[in-house]
């Protein structure tokens, strides 16, 4: 199945959106990175799926690079064997370059998370028979520092527009997966799968994020996730 429509739908209406101060740069690796992303998801997103992974947005260092959510290079390059180019959003920040999969720098969160799938399941295809990993939302803000600014913390009269267009597409892809379960990396993740499905009979949960900000994910993320989606119905 091809989600190649459904990804414009994201790529059109947010390219409308506008995000001011202390927002100065705005990535859509859907767009710049829209072959890996199309690859992704056309090899590993399939119907029935015990649960939907899903995420706040990308990270610089992953997603953003690579075009896979929580995309740590490593992982997307030897493990998922995504190979495709990576092209340049129109305005790059000077300290967050897009390198593509050159890029010699890995996200901690997506270096956690795939490493965790990785060694839970040997195989992609074992993992993706239960599980699938998105993004709430597409985009990645960052300040004039280089410094993340998180969809949460943009003003209202931004974040419910973007909300609102994130809201539809969740709906269409769980419409689409029928997954038993999304479950969200993070608290941010599950309030908003909360808020989207509030009408679906798709069941809500949470994992904790793989963050290095966080010390409970920098003491055994792996291992506090494998009780949690346990404790969850998702014992592995």
Known sequence: ????????????????HRFGEPVTHVYNPLDYAGKAFDRYM????RRGV?????????GPWGMAQTGVPFGAVEHVRDW???????????????KRPILGLKCPRNEVSGMRLWGWARETYSTPKRFFKRFFVYN??????????????????????????????????LRTLVDRLEPRMV??????????????LAESDTSIGRILHPSPASPLANRDWAGTVTKQLAALGMAL
């Open 183 to 196: 479950i969200g990396v993070g608290t941010f993740a599950e309030a908003r799968a909360a808020h989207a």
């Open 1 to 16: 199945m091809s989600f190649r429509p459904l990804t414009n739908v994201l790529v059109r209406e947010l390219r409308s």
């Open 50 to 58: 015990d649960a939907v992974l899903l995420g706040m947005n990308p």
């Open 42 to 45: 056309d090899t590993y997103a």
């Open 136 to 169: 709430y939302c597409p985009l990645l803000f960052m300040e004039d520092s280089g410094r993340n600014r998180t969809p949460d913390k943009l003003p209202a009269r931004e974040r419910e527009p973007l909300f609102d267009v994130c809201d539809r597409v």
């Open 80 to 94: 998922l064997k995504i190979d495709a180019p990576i092209g340049k959003p129109k305005l790059e920040h000077p």
